[in-house]
């Protein structure tokens, strides 16, 4: 049933290029381990001194006041700011020598932004797609009713409207990232783009099932290029209509006493609706949250963790006539690393609960870390020679450290360094992606996947 281009149109249904064509499934050498991928993306460079990589010899005018604390794996330390994820340390593999090499990249948040999400330095001769578009040409998506990669909410300092690195680069649209957008923790908060913009169900049916019967073919279109389009406008229409859709983002049938374990602010609430897009059969889901403007932080904005200043202030970090870490509040408070903690130990034991834990893969990462030593603004710069990533679930061996720094978490000591391109490479191999087959640009040049990486072997 060959469709034209006036035909999407005429369904009045925006955002259709977010959904995915299922594409074929693949194999690498190793089998499978994950069917999802759930990506936390702490955007701003997490100071891994204050959180996965205690150091307690540092000199007292440069050391964290976050004390380490133990786990529930002996030997191995976290930060006092991290007591609710030291439960599930048997789950989590901590990854200390993770390195960015590249100059240029550690000045730039929206370069280190694009180099996470896409596993490939930025800067090449062609804008690298997304890990999860990538994910959604190979693998397609698991629920037809819903878009194969989607982002909660896509409002970071980095994903936001005016400042998006996240891409679907070269690969056809359909692949492109859907955002949910708004903030979750608000009464009323309803995802844009999975209504019928007007139309009620009976017209959408009525106009769906014209198309059904029209055979007026696209000149110099291939067959197969007609068949995919009726699949993306088929899969339109199931997330336009299927009832299962608006669950996966209902926050409301979810038991409080559930909710509130991961906490009611907006930082909890997102890690919530990623779980649920996860156990609805999203292929691959990242969240990028800040905590927004708020009356109840004041003086909060762009609350990521770029803490340049007063990083261990009790509250907001305004600073007369502005700075570079101005409006954040300090590390150590809740809009910061409590309700990261209270999140993401929530996230880690719901998952594990629910069976998910075993076929979806959890990566919490940022661009960079954050410098061993304190500056004159009492906060602490970018970092690239040593910082600290974590994963959990789809085989991951949990219970581990991999790598180490020195004793001011400065530089990494162990034998071994790893970059978000091996990160990539993990994140493809995990999946059973085949990393040696190429994706092709429309010029029909071939493009290796994450092909300065490998797989980092301790994960896997």
């Known amino acids: 049933m060959p469709v034209n281009r006036r035909n999407f149109i005429g369904l009045g249904v925006a955002g259709l290029s977010s959904l995915a064509i299922p594409g074929p499934g693949v194999a690498s050498g190793r089998p499978a381990r994950a069917k ?30 976050f004390r380490p604390i133990r786990t529930r794996v002996p030997g191995i330390q976290l930060t006092s700011l991290l007591t609710r994820t030291a439960e599930h340390i048997d789950k989590l593999a901590i990854i200390r020598c993770m390195t960015q090499p590249t100059p240029g990249i550690s000045n730039s948040h929206p370069k280190g932004g694009q180099y996470v999400l896409s596993g490939e330095t930025p800067g090449g001769p062609e804008e690298m797609p997304d890990i ?24 970071g300092e980095v994903t936001n409207r005016e400042l998006d690195v996240s891409t679907v680069g070269f690969l056809p649209p359909a692949h492109k990232c ?30 769906t099932d014209l198309l059904g019967t029209l055979d007026l073919g696209i000149p110099g279109v291939q067959a197969a290029d007609t068949q995919a389009l009726v699949a ?47 156990e609805s059969g999203v292929r691959f889901v990242t969240l990028d949250c800040r905590e927004p403007p708020a009356g109840e932080f004041p003086g909060g904005s762009n609350m990521n963790w770029d803490h340049h200043d007063f990083i261990y202030s009790k509250g907001s970090t305004e600073i007369r006539g502005g700075g570079a870490g101005a409006g954040r509040w300090g590390i150590g408070t809740w809009p910061m690393m409590g309700s990261t ?30 410098t061993p030593r304190i500056n004159e603004r009492k906060g602490r710069d970018h970092w690239t020679h040593a910082f600290s990533i974590a994963m959990a679930g789809a085989g991951v061996p949990g219970g581990q450290v991999i790598g180490s720094t020195d004793s001011e978490g400065g530089y990494i000591t162990s034998p071994i360094a790893y970059t978000l391109d ?37 994960v896997m």
């Not at 608000?186 to 959408?204: A, K, M, Q, S």
Request: hydrophobic fraction near 35%.
């Open 232 to 278: 993306l406008r088929d899969q339109a229409e199931d997330m336009l209509t299927n009832a299962a859709t608006r669950r996966a983002f209902d926050l409301a049938i979810e038991p409080m006493g559930l909710r509130e374990r991961y906490g009611l602010g907006h930082r909890g609430q997102c890690y919530l609706v990623g779980r649920k897009l996860i």
């Open 36 to 65: 999802r991928v759930l990506v936390l993306f702490e955007q701003g460079g997490l100071s891994h001194i204050d959180t996965f990589d205690p150091k307690p010899d540092m000199p007292s005018e440069h050391a964290s006041p």
């Open 341 to 370: 903690d209270q999140a993401f130990s929530a996230l880690l034991g719901d998952l594990h609960d629910r069976g998910l834990l075993a076929e979806t893969l959890v990566c919490l990462v940022t661009e960079f870390g954050r």
């Open 132 to 155: 999860g578009s990538v994910v959604s040409l190979r693998l397609g998506t698991m629920a037809r009713h819903l878009p194969g990669y989607i982002m909660v909410p896509g409002t």
């Open 178 to 207: 859907f955002k949910t957008r708004g903030q979750p923790n608000r009464p009323g908060w309803t995802v844009p783009n999975l209504g019928l913009l007007g139309l009620d169900e009976r017209r959408f049916k009525d106009r």
């Open 422 to 458: 091996d990160y990539a490479a993990t994140v493809y191999e995990k999946l059973g992606i085949d990393r040696s087959r190429p994706v092709f640009t429309p010029a029909n040049r071939p493009i290796m996947l994450a092909k300065n990486g490998n797989p980092i072997p301790e």
